[in-house]
């Protein structure tokens, strides 16, 4: 284990020392003291350990392919956005936009995800033990999203393809999203994926997908286009 | 004649005859109208066309014209990326899409722009690793929608463009009809084929100037500080945009005027929203000038580029470098009268088509049905751009040497007037034969 204290060093001369110990061969690093800074860990090509003992601001873990990053507490907007590939755990909550994007890997909120979270996903599984903000899975094309909490308004608006699976109260479908409950399979395939995260959830979810309306222009679906523009 | 009453054969000069096929098409769609290509409004907007260069007599020498060196080479990217791009030439290819375009165009304009020396540009479906084999210089961009992206394309470019708009329709996001959206393209896009694609207007981890910054400072140090980061804007308020770009800490920032291309959108957007690039420039260059950053910021304009004429004044009044798309397009063989007879299977005729969006172009451009594409042979498209850029920077050279300069980056806005009041209202520059310039008191 090779250590970083980011007392007093910037975010490029992080960065710099991450990969500069990567490139000596450590294969599991811990920062100290990151106080928040955003951009940490960012754009990492390699299987490595990285915790970060403490709160981080925006994108940690961002375009990423391979990081194995904990966060030892909260994540700020963007946390692990376009990764390939991968693990990302947020012990604490996510800011908006967690997971944005991504076109596969893992990505853990235990706490809470603010607005847009798993907006845009192309693929991977973005997992979050508590309850999500508005517009969860906007636009979501491919890959999971488990909920095991509550989820707000727009809940899975205008995606095309993903899942996302919902333990709690759904306060809002978003537009053209179609809701159902996980058939046992589905929930073998939850607990699966949550296992290995020690993340519990709830003993039903339901499952919310595209009603693919808002996939073609169409005007006899006159009523889901006058909602979606 | 006598007993006709002519006032019943007159046609409203509000309900005119486009007006009335645009309401009952739309009373059959039941949607907004789409098309490609870009503006097609009937009234003349304010251009390059308007202002005219006043070329060296008694009180400037000028340059041989075909003789004298003048500097074409262009940098950009000095403020903060290591490696800052040097292009042969001030003309680059703009950003249009894999997907939007065939595969065939997309390599033939990188291979166009490589044996001139200049760059090209990726667009809103990620890198075609053809167009990375065959670029000499790659802009990657970073779209809202962020299709296909991935860091190692990220790394493997040579300047990053954050892309917030586009000219032909700023605010809004990408389309591509699902005609075009073919089983390849739907996989590079990790789409189901055959959708209409609609790409977000917004990006989806950051929403305004203060989170671009953190943004920047994300793609910076995904790319050590090596590339440049570019900045590209819907030509709109362009004034405090391009302040706020600049803030933000990008190295170069693009503006791309009304006049701007595109493959697919309403057409609303393309002839009712944002301003025109003649007036995007001179809006850019205020704000950089007045941050102080005129010269350590570069400037890109686009929309509408059609020749060196238009390059040149451009380049006076304040822009580094131009974008072309449309023309590009055009020297690859847009609406040139090829295959004629499927133009008109399209209700269209040469030198008139703007059907982009549909996916049946004529001559193999915008159009992911293989057959078509075949009409468009890689290395005569490439040498046809190749021509088209070089003889745009032979007009630039032309012009500045006729200017007395011996690089085209010292082109000033001195060395243009304005041919009508409304061009000089809008760009300071005086009307031909006098000083005035409206709005501006004598001795200002």
């Given at each position: ?229 | ?35 490609g290509f870009g ?48 292009l042969?030439i001030p003309v680059m290819i703009t950003g249009m899409s894999w997907?939007a375009l065939s595969?065939n165009a997309k390599v033939a304009l990188a291979q166009g722009a490589r044996r001139v020396g200049s760059s090209t540009t990726t667009g ?7 167009e990375?084999?065959h670029s000499r210089t790659l802009v ?26 586009q000219g032909a ?85 693009v503006?791309d005027?009304?006049e701007g291309g595109t493959a ?13 690039t ?22 890109i304009i686009a929309g509408g580029i059609r020749s060196g004429?238009d390059a040149?004044?451009a ?6 470098a131009v974008y072309i798309g449309t023309a590009a397009l055009i020297a690859l063989n847009c609406n040139r ?19 982009c969006?549909?996916?049946?172009c004529?001559v193999g451009i915008t ?9 468009l042979?890689v290395?005569e498209a490439a040498e046809r751009v190749a021509n088209f850029m070089h003889a745009m920077t032979?007009e630039i ?48």
């Amino acid at each position: 284990m090779r250590t970083i204290d980011c007392t007093s060093l910037s975010t490029r001369a992080i960065n710099e020392l991450i990969r500069r110990l990567i490139a000596e061969g450590a294969r599991e690093i811990l920062l100290r003291n990151p106080e928040a800074r955003h951009n940490l860990a960012v754009a990492i090509l390699t299987d490595v350990a990285i915790a970060i003992d403490g709160p981080v601001g925006y994108y940690a873990g961002g375009m990423s392919d391979g990081v194995r990053l904990t966060i030892r507490g909260s994540a700020g907007w963007g946390v692990a956005e376009g990764m390939l590939s991968g693990t990302v755990v947020v012990d604490g909550n996510a800011g908006n936009g967690a997971a944005a994007s991504i076109r596969g890997g893992t990505v853990v909120i235990r706490g809470d995800a603010a607005a847009r979270a798993g907006i845009a996903m192309k693929g991977g599984l973005l997992v979050i033990g508590g309850d999500t903000g508005y517009m969860t899975g906007f636009m979501m094309q491919r890959g999971r999203i488990v909920v095991c909490g509550n989820a707000g308004p727009a809940l899975a608006d205008s995606m095309y393809e993903g899942v996302v699976f919902v333990g709690g109260e759904i306060a809002e479908l978003g537009n053209d999203a179609v809701v159902s409950d996980a058939t046992p399979a589905e929930l073998a395939e939850i607990r699966t994926a949550l296992a290995p995260h020690g993340v519990k959830g709830p003993d039903a979810f339901r499952k919310v997908v595209s009603g693919r309306k808002l996939w073609n222009y169409d005007k006899k679906e006159l009523d889901a286009w006058k909602a979606a523009f | 004649m006598e007993g006709r009453v002519l006032s019943t054969l007159r046609p409203s000069q509000i309900y005119r005859p486009d007006v009335m096929e645009d309401i009952h098409l739309k009373a059959e769609l039941g949607r907004y109208r789409f098309r490609g290509f870009g503006t097609l409004r009937p009234r003349p907007l304010p251009s390059f066309d308007d202002l005219t260069f006043i070329t060296c007599s008694l009180t400037r020498i000028p340059l041989e014209g075909y003789r004298e060196r003048c500097s074409t080479k262009t940098v950009l990217g000095t403020r903060f990326a290591k490696q800052p791009i040097e292009l042969d030439i001030p003309v680059m290819i703009t950003g249009m899409s894999w997907g939007a375009l065939s595969y065939n165009a997309k390599v033939a304009l990188a291979q166009g722009a490589r044996r001139v020396g200049s760059s090209t540009t990726t667009g809103d479906g990620g890198m075609l690793p053809a167009e990375r084999e065959h670029s000499r210089t790659l802009v990657y961009e970073v779209l809202p929608s962020r299709y296909g992206l991935s860091i190692h394309d990220v790394r493997a470019a040579d300047a990053i463009e954050l892309t917030v708009g586009q000219g032909a329709k700023p605010a809004t996001g990408g389309v591509l009809l699902g005609s075009k959206v073919s089983a390849e393209i739907a996989a590079a896009r990790e789409l189901p084929a055959g959708v209409d694609q609609r790409s977000p207007a917004r990006h989806p981890d950051w929403l305004g100037p203060d989170d671009m910054i953190i943004k920047i400072e994300e793609l910076r140090e995904a790319t050590e500080w090596r590339v440049p980061i570019f900045v590209k804007l819907g030509a709109t308020r362009v004034y405090d945009d391009v302040k706020l770009a600049a803030k933000a800490g990008a190295d170069v920032i693009v503006v791309d005027g009304m006049e701007g291309g595109t493959a697919a959108s309403p057409e609303i957007l393309q002839d009712h929203t944002g301003i025109p690039t003649l007036a995007a420039v001179c809006e850019a260059r205020r704000g950089l000038e007045d941050l102080g950053l005129y010269g350590q910021v570069q400037l890109i304009i686009a929309g509408g580029i059609r020749s060196g004429v238009d390059a040149a004044k451009a380049l006076a009044l304040g822009a580094d470098a131009v974008y072309i798309g449309t023309a590009a397009l055009i020297a690859l063989n847009c609406n040139r009268p090829l295959y004629v007879e499927d133009y008109a299977a399209l209700g269209t005729e040469p030198y008139a088509c703007h059907h982009c969006h549909t996916g049946r172009c004529p001559v193999g451009i915008t159009t992911q049905d293989p057959e078509l594409m075949k009409r468009l042979p890689v290395e005569e498209a490439a040498e046809r751009v190749a021509n088209f850029m070089h003889a745009m920077t032979l007009e630039i050279q032309m012009l500045a040497r006729a200017c007395g300069k011996a690089d085209v980056h010292h082109l000033e806005p001195e060395d243009l007037r304005s041919l009508t009041l409304e061009a000089a209202a809008i760009t300071g520059l005086p009307l031909v034969g006098t000083s005035y310039v409206p709005g501006r008191r004598a001795g200002d």
